[in-house]
């Protein structure tokens, strides 16, 4: 069996009495497309907050590579350890092309001020080429990002994060508000994205999830109700009756 790349044991977050998450055991391994799906309140994005330092975990631990336990990290330790967060709303630089949003990721990696000009190494230039690659936008690159469309601002934030080089990638809905074909597209990402790191992605719509997810985990009142193949998940009676409402 593969070595999990993160571990929750018994995570708990408790909002003044609230538990948000509730002794939560979960894992995430690695090169998996992994979904997390729910009813609203089941505590979802409290576990990509917990995962990233958003939220503090009240009691547990977050281990990565079976080490490392992050729940007293800071949210900047976290993405230096190699956890990086993309969240719904997208916030590039309207006002900056493609290109020099991606250089401002790579600053963040290297830890100069944004304003400082920096010099970038042939491996940078080249990681900076292979994300335009990645996300087809090497004939944008020039363009201000402001002037992209939904879809391409959306990719061009998910490889602002790549450039990190996280061995997680979290994010938040990441096709709300796209077209069919920017779905699809986003999909086809997310799958190359897996093939060097695990994704974990909260996510509503199902469809979506059934063509792209190697696991699912059914979150229901902060614990996990029940964790499969999308197949599995359908055909599961809990997840029917808690979930699906059937
Ligand atoms: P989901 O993403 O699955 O919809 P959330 O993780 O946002 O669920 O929320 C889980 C529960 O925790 C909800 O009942 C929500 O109201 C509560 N909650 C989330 N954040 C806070 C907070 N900062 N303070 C108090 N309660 C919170």
């Not at 363009?143 to 450039?163: P, R």
């Not at 063509?211 to 109700?225: F, K, W």
Request: aromatic share 6%.
């Amino acid at each position: 069996m593969s070595e999990n790349m993160l571990t929750l044991q018994k995570v708990t977050v408790d909002f003044s009495g609230f538990k948000a998450i509730n002794e939560l055991d979960f894992q995430v391994a690695p090169n998996n497309v992994h979904f997390v799906i729910g009813p609203n309140g089941a505590g979802k994005t409290t576990l990509l907050d917990c995962i990233c330092g958003k939220s503090r975990a009240t009691s547990g631990a977050i281990l990565l590579h079976g080490k490392k336990d992050l729940t007293k990290r800071s949210e900047e330790k976290i993405v230096h350890q190699g956890i990086a967060r993309k969240f719904q709303a997208p916030s590039i630089f309207h006002k900056l092309t493609v290109m020099e949003n991606l250089e401002i990721a790579m600053k963040q990696k290297k830890r100069l001020f944004a304003m400082m000009k920096a010099k970038w190494t042939k491996t940078e230039k080249q990681s900076i080429h292979d994300m335009l690659d990645l996300i087809d936008l090497i004939e944008e690159k020039d363009e201000l990002a402001g002037t992209l469309a939904h879809g391409q601002k959306q990719w061009l934030e998910i490889a602002m994060v790549l450039v990190q080089e996280p061995d997680i990638v979290l994010l938040d809905e990441p096709i709300a508000g796209m077209s069919k074909k920017e779905r699809d597209k986003t999909g086809e990402l997310i799958t190359k994205i897996a093939e060097d790191r695990a994704v974990l992605i909260v996510e509503h719509d199902m469809d979506f999830v059934k063509s792209y997810a190697d696991i699912v985990t059914v979150m229901h009142e902060g614990q996990v109700l029940f964790e499969g193949s999308m197949d599995e998940v359908q055909n599961d009676p809990k997840v029917r009756e808690v979930y699906l409402g059937r």
